[in-house]
């Protein structure tokens, strides 16, 4: 039996709000797919924006590709649909990461639902936060929703998070001297702002934040080295507040989860009035990756390093069209 489909209208709403999601410089790495006769959304991913320099398994991509799936169930939850995953869901297509089937009307009061106005408002902030500790409840909060997405967040303690700041700058370094990784950030990062590019995709020169002055925070500049007449300086937060997302494995269907929990924490994050900016960079370089993980913690594998705090929203970065990246069948 054929179900029921949905208009177009209102598919086209939903992957509005999927692709709002955060991906690995900004290369949007998705394609999705409605098929009519099965009410069902594929998301596919797009190898062609791959990174295969700073990103060789596909790890960042299919993180991406799993916050944007996130957001298309909290979409979905909104608009008064039940949405149904399935993860990675023909071995044959290794492109196919989900497959979505839309149903009947959601329950009243969904969790999911509740994260709707935060999707829009949820920009990464690459600029200073004030030297704050989140209260204990907002950490709870964060961490119970990497629990609901089968994943684990840990905010380690002073000494530890030194140590990851002295990790970011040993990845600063062998990215500023492997020619790939660096000619992957000047192509999907522009220091011109986004009225000048009018690009759709990679990130503006106003989203690249103050040069750090002083203490150092978890930001990766864009800048890369290049000239940006005008841009400032600032002193970030002394002690920054970071938060390790992790899992128990590292398969690709744990990739997608992360993606997925990492998405739930930050449009919570949102919700509780916090910034945030991520960086992966000391964990795009294996011989250092497994030293972003707390000894003390029972994580695994570190998916992501997250940066918390209270400060500017950050501004928001381009998106692809709809029409773009949705097909119809």
Not at 174 to 192: K, L, M, N, Q, Y
Request: charged share 25%.
């Amino acid at each position: 039996m054929n179900a029921k489909p949905f208009d177009a209208n209102t598919i086209r709403a939903l992957v509005a709000d999927a692709v709002a999601a955060p991906s690995l410089h900004n290369a949007q790495p998705w394609v999705f797919r409605y098929t009519r006769d099965t009410a069902v959304i594929g998301l596919y991913a797009d190898l062609e924006r791959a990174l295969p320099h700073t990103d060789p398994e596909n790890r960042g991509l299919f993180m991406g590709c799993g916050a944007a799936l996130f957001n298309l169930r909290v979409a979905s939850a909104a608009a008064g649909l039940t949405p149904r995953v399935l993860l990675l869901p023909d071995p044959a297509c290794a492109e196919l990461l989900a497959e979505v089937h839309l149903s009947g009307t959601g329950p009243p009061g969904d969790t999911l639902a509740r994260l709707a106005s935060s999707i829009r408002r949820r920009h990464s902030s690459r600029f200073p936060f004030r030297d704050e500790e989140i209260p204990v409840a907002t950490r709870d909060r964060l961490s119970e929703a990497a629990r609901l997405e089968g994943a684990e967040l840990f905010f380690p303690d002073l000494w530890h998070v030194r140590s990851i700041l002295d990790l970011i700058r040993d990845a600063d370094d062998s990215e500023a001297i492997d020619p790939g990784v660096h000619a992957e950030t000047v192509r999907w990062t522009r220091t011109e702002p986004s009225t000048v590019t009018a690009a759709a995709d990679g990130i503006p020169g106003e989203a690249f934040g103050p040069r750090r002055r002083g203490a150092s925070a978890p930001v990766r500049d864009f800048a890369a080295g290049r000239a940006m007449p005008g841009r400032d300086r600032a002193a970030f937060e002394q002690d920054p507040n970071i938060a390790l997302l992790g899992t128990t494995r590292d398969e690709p269907t744990d990739w997608v989860c992360a993606g997925q929990a990492l998405e739930r924490v930050l449009l919570q994050a949102t919700a509780d009035g916090l910034s945030a900016s991520m960086t992966s960079q000391p964990l795009e370089w294996q011989d250092i990756r497994w030293a972003v993980r707390d000894p003390i913690s029972t994580m695994a594998h570190v998916q992501m390093v997250i940066r918390l705090g209270y400060g500017p929203a950050g501004e928001p970065s381009p998106r692809r069209p709809v029409a773009d990246v949705l097909e119809i069948l």
